[in-house]
C-alpha cells in the first residue's frame, strides 16, 4: 500500500533554472511532510518540512508547497546547481510520526 | 558519535544463511525505523518502534524477517534463511517522541549482498 507517491523517478534540469519534484498522498491523517535529500552511499539527510496547518514552507533556495484538499506536494529548488544532484525523497507523517516515503526522484542538474 | 550509527556496514552472506543488522540509534530518541532500499527502488518501510508500544511490523515483507528492540536503545534486524532478492541496503532512522514534527534521522545504511 504506497501511501506516498512520486511519480517521476527522474528529472533533469539545466543549471539555474527551477527543479519541481512533486508527491502525492493518499491518506489524509498525514499531518507533516517533510524532503529528504539522499547521495550514493549515504543515508537520506533531511532537507525542508512543513506542518498540515501552512501551504508553503520556504528555505534559501528550496521551497516546499503543501495542497491539502489535492493530496500534493512539491518541492522547488532555484536556481538549480549541481550539487543538487541526488534522489529525493518525499515523506510523510500523521501525529505519531510512523513516517512514510516515496520511491524517490532521481535529480540530475546539468552544467 | 552522536549520529545513528548502523552496523555491519557491509555483509556479504550465501544464501540461506541468517544475518543480524544493528542499529544503534541517537540517544534519547524515542522512535526507530527499519527501511530498505533495494538496487533502483525507493524506501520501504519495514518496522517501526515507539518507545514501549507494540511496534508496526505492518512492512516486513514475510516471516524470515524480525525485529527487536530493548527498551529505547539497540535494535536488530534479523533476516533467516536470506535470498538473494533480500540483497538492499538496510536503512535504521531515529527520532524524539511521537510529535509528527520531529525530524528522523539516517544512518549510513548495512549493504546486504546474498550470492
Known amino acids: 500500500d504506497q501511501q506516498v507517491k512520486q511519480n517521476s523517478p527522474s528529472l533533469s534540469v539545466q543549471e539555474g533554472r527551477i527543479s519541481i519534484l512533486n508527491c502525492d498522498y493518499t491518506?489524509?491523517?498525514?499531518?507533516?511532510f517533510l524532503w529528504y535529500k539522499k547521495y550514493p552511499a549515504e543515508g537520506p539527510t533531511f532537507l525542508i518540512s512543513?506542518?498540515?496547518?501552512?501551504d508553503k514552507n520556504e528555505d534559501g533556495r528550496f521551497t516546499v508547497f503543501l495542497n491539502k484538499s489535492a493530496k500534493h506536494l512539491s518541492l522547488h529548488i532555484v536556481p538549480s546547481q549541481p550539487g543538487d544532484s541526488a534522489v529525493y525523497f518525499c515523506?510523510?507523517?500523521?501525529?505519531?510520526?510512523?513516517?512514510?516515503f516515496g520511491a524517490g526522484t532521481r535529480l540530475t542538474v546539468k552544467p | 558519535g552522536a549520529g545513528v550509527s548502523q552496523s555491519p556496514s557491509n555483509k556479504v552472506t550465501e544464501k540461506g544463511k541468517d544475518v543480524e543488522l544493528r542499529c544503534d540509534p541517537i540517544s534519547g530518541h524515542t522512535a526507530l525505523y527499519w527501511y530498505r532500499q533495494r538496487l533502483g527502488q525507493g524506501l520501504e518501510f519495514l518496522i517501526y518502534?515507539?518507545?514501549?508500544?507494540?511496534?508496526?511490523k505492518s512492512g516486513l515483507p514475510s516471516d524470515r524477517f524480525s525485529a527487536e528492540r530493548t527498551g529505547e536503545s539497540v535494535s536488530t534486524l534479523t533476516i533467516q534463511r536470506t535470498q538473494q532478492e533480500d540483497s538492499a541496503v538496510y536503512l535504521c532512522a531515529s527520532s524524539f517522541g511521537r510529535s509528527a514534527g520531529n525530524t528522523i534521522y539516517f544512518g549510513e545504511g548495512s549493504w546486504l549482498t546474498v550470492v
Open positions: 518502534f515507539q518507545g514501549n508500544s507494540a511496534p508496526d
Open positions: 491518506n489524509s491523517m498525514f499531518d507533516y
Open positions: 512543513i506542518s498540515s496547518i501552512k
Open positions: 515523506a510523510a507523517a500523521p501525529w505519531n510520526n510512523d513516517m512514510r
